[in-house]
């Protein structure tokens, strides 16, 4: 088999990627306080990051993403900051905000230009009462952005990556590298979470059977829908019951109104004559 390309695309197929775009500022303790930083302009009242973050429990974000720009304010020194590698961010101390034009650089394999992104560094409080009684206590201001990244059709070396599971290695403790313990784990020998077909198969089909190395299988998903087709019987048969006892009450509701109405019609009935007696 061919190694995946990185210049031959993926007809019909899209993956999208999320990436946390944000900043947080915190309060600088003020000039001649002994825990101010040293060497930092007096009239700076604020330390702050802005950066790019994979959300957690996501795919690795460096399957997709090379590295980040950030174009800060141009009275800083050196205001394109590149980070080739996480953490993608950028801290500084500074009085007021300002916009940050973010580069996203995406992996060569992925064959796909740059995307820009920006944000507002946003240094005082805001948002409503209880935000900012929070941001008063915990003395961070953060706000923060999920951005969605599409690579429609990608490159088959994109996409290869995209969907492997070395994308959530990460994730794996440090003990889980094989054996007996990560067998436990739902870790295969390999060091990976155990997913898909027995012989390595990579697919979204689940495997018939269910075995030791098999978590989920067809069978089990079977299993499953037949519960909650029963369930659903169930709730079927309550809800027809219920509808007969409500159908009965109706009866016995309109056979009520119709005797009142009956005695109604007597007692004016009978008013009426009355009164047509006491007339006479
Ligand atoms: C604007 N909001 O967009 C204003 C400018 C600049 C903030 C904000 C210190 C920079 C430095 C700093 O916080 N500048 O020390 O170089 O026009």
């Known amino acids: 088999m061919?190694?995946?390309?990185?210049?031959?695309?993926?007809?019909?197929?899209?993956?999208?990627?999320?990436?946390?775009i944000g900043?947080?500022?915190?309060?600088?303790?003020?000039?001649?306080?002994?825990?101010?930083?040293?060497?930092?302009?007096?009239?700076?009242?604020k330390r702050w990051?802005?950066?790019?973050?994979?959300?957690?429990?996501?795919?690795?974000?460096?399957?997709?993403?090379?590295?980040?720009?950030f174009k800060i304010f141009n009275t800083y020194e050196n205001p394109l900051r590149t980070c080739e590698n996480p953490p993608f961010e950028v801290t500084e101390t500074g009085w007021g905000g300002f916009t940050v034009d973010i580069r996203l650089h995406f992996q060569p394999i992925s064959g796909e230009k740059a995307q820009y992104r920006q944000?507002?560094?946003?240094?005082?409080?805001?948002?409503?009462?209880?935000?900012q009684a929070q941001q008063e206590k915990t003395g961070c201001v953060r706000s923060e952005f999920l951005e969605v990244v599409q690579f429609?059709?990608?490159?088959?070396?994109?996409?290869?990556?995209?969907?492997s599971e070395d994308q959530w290695n990460y994730l794996l403790p440090a003990t889980a590298k094989g054996g007996k313990k990560a067998a436990m784990m739902g870790v295969g020998p390999n060091g990976r979470p155990k997913r898909g077909f027995p012989n390595g198969e990579r697919s979204a089909q689940l495997p018939e059977k269910g075995g030791e190395d098999v978590p989920f299988s067809q069978e089990q998903e079977m299993t499953l829908i037949q519960t909650i087709r029963e369930k659903i019987g169930e709730v079927g048969k309550e809800l027809e019951?219920?509808?007969?006892?409500?159908?009965?009450?109706?009866?016995?509701?309109?056979?009520?109104?119709?005797?009142?109405?009956?005695?109604?019609?007597?007692?004016?009935a009978q008013q009426a004559s009355g009164d047509r007696s006491r007339r006479r």
């Open 2 to 20: 061919p190694a995946p390309a990185a210049n031959k695309r993926v007809k019909n197929k899209r993956i999208s990627r999320n990436i946390i």
């Open 23 to 45: 900043s947080e500022a915190w309060n600088l303790p003020p000039v001649g306080h002994p825990d101010r930083p040293k060497n930092i302009p007096d009239d700076h009242t």
């Open 49 to 69: 990051t802005v950066y790019a973050r994979q959300p957690e429990g996501d795919p690795s974000l460096t399957t997709w993403l090379n590295k980040v720009q």
């Open 119 to 131: 944000h507002f560094l946003q240094l005082e409080k805001y948002g409503d009462e209880k935000l």
């Open 152 to 163: 429609n059709e990608p490159t088959e070396a994109l996409f290869e990556a995209l969907t």
């Open 241 to 268: 019951e219920e509808s007969k006892r409500r159908a009965e009450t109706e009866e016995k509701l309109k056979a009520l109104r119709t005797e009142l109405g009956h005695e109604a019609a007597q007692q004016a």
